[in-house]
């Protein structure tokens, strides 16, 4: 069947706490929206600020493919006439196609929240449908409250949906405003309204008991047409229900017709495009298309999935434009290991034996404190070692460090690190902004000169988190360092109780990587590695 999806990121998104985009961002997130095939695209309420506004105001430069624009507003002001409702004006200066506006369903909110009587309140409702009717705009009429209303005074809360409906509204959409009403209630509502009413309806729900995605689906179950929700589910409190969610459980998983699915693989880029510019990050369990979302950690579950994805994964991620990912850590099994070989393409050039002892090796580092997880940049490391054991580059015979402090004067750090290369030794002192910039310095003066490829590798991160408190400063800590060549990024991690020597032992490692890597010219392996690094 074919499903109308209704995005409202740029209006009832941002309601959420910190949401907030520009009119810029707003412009762009419309033009990706459009590209995703999402059919309306509700950009925000034109008389609300100045903001949206200028967006209404500047949208209509927009050559949009597919989506209708929608202004978002009230049903008018009780004490205004419609053609004097500056909000409601404000919604025909928008000039978009569509308006939507909400009204009220719940008796409690016409009596106590506008103060005024149960049938002024349906007069408001019929003379702003009326109103935006006649001015030629498709009007989508959002039933606030209709599910509490609906459960306060069933009689009342139909005739609101009456009245916008007889005034000639497009879609009569139910929300479920407060986000209580739990499923089965909601379906068993929505079937009593979808017997009355024929024409389009919708639901617009929020996620306050974590069920806006299955509520929306319930009402589809029951004859609903037309979903409203955010992309990562942004929204007032605890967010609308997830776009990206819904539209993939419509298409994928009943095979209604949304975006269609081609646009279906965009899905995953889109909701990370979003939140790029909302300035905040995907949650990596977000399903369909968080980073997790197809990630396997477990031994058991990689094991399976190598023989057959199905196994372990709902769906082929590719569906929605994600990926299957395999992770590294002390839940392990052999099958991680192979399956990591084989994406590097090497799967053949290791013994078991070796395999078995890069296992052993990798649940060793994790127990002392290690987390390949978020260091793949040291498992590759663990990986060309056991393909070319005894390849080292150089070796580190010592290094010392010493920062200076004297009165109020800026601090003074010098590093002295001494290696040996090709049996040759090589010392270097250096002072630096700091003790790992000091040695990365001494680092970098003692071997340039036999490698200076290394030169392109620099530092872009660095965390550093106590791995056991019990020792209080004594603790153990574990650096891992994110580092970029200009081409990719990765990160190595590094483990003691002196943060100096985690650090070091981090950049020596990213370091050496860099080399086997130059070294190795396989290039299937380059190929993965470049799966698994994040482009810069
Ligand atoms: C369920 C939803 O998410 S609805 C959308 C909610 N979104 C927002 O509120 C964000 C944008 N809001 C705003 O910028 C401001 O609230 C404005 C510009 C709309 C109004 O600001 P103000 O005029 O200062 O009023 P304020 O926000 O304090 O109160 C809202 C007013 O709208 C009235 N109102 C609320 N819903 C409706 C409605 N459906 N129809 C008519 N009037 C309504 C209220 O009675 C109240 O008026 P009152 O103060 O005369 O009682
Ligand atoms: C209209 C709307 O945003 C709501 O009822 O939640």
Redo the contacts with the bound molecule.
Sequence with gaps: MRIWTFDTTL??GT?GEAVSFSVEDKLLITQKLDELGIDYIEGG?P???PKDKEFFLKARELKLKHAKLTA????????NPVEKDS?VLALLEAETPVIS????TWDI?ATR???ISLEENLT?IAD?VRFLKDHGREVVY?A??FFDGYQANADYALSTLEAAKEAGADVLCL?D?NGGTLTHRLAEIVSIVRERFDGILGIHCHNDCDLAVANTMAAVDQGVTHVQGCMNGYG?RCGNANLSSVIANLEAKLGHSTIGPEKLTSLTSVAHYIAELANLPVPAGQPFVGRSAFAHKGGVHVSAVLKDSITYEHIRPSVVGNRQRVLLSDLSGRGNILYKLQQYGIGDRLKDDAKRELLDRMKTMEYLGYELEAAEGTFELLVREALQPGMHFFEVVSFEVGTRMIGSRPSETTATIILRINEAIHSATASGEGPMNALDLCLRQCISATYPAIASVRLTDYKVRVISTEKGTASKVRVLVEWSDHRRSWATVGVSDNVLEASWNALVDAIRLELMRLADKDESIEKAVEDYCWGV
């Design positions: 209006r009832d309601q309420w008389m609300s600020n978002f507003g009230a049903t008018r002001f009780a004490r909000n506006i909400f009204g009220k909110h929240v506008l103060g408001l702003t959002d606030e409250h929300c405003t007032e």
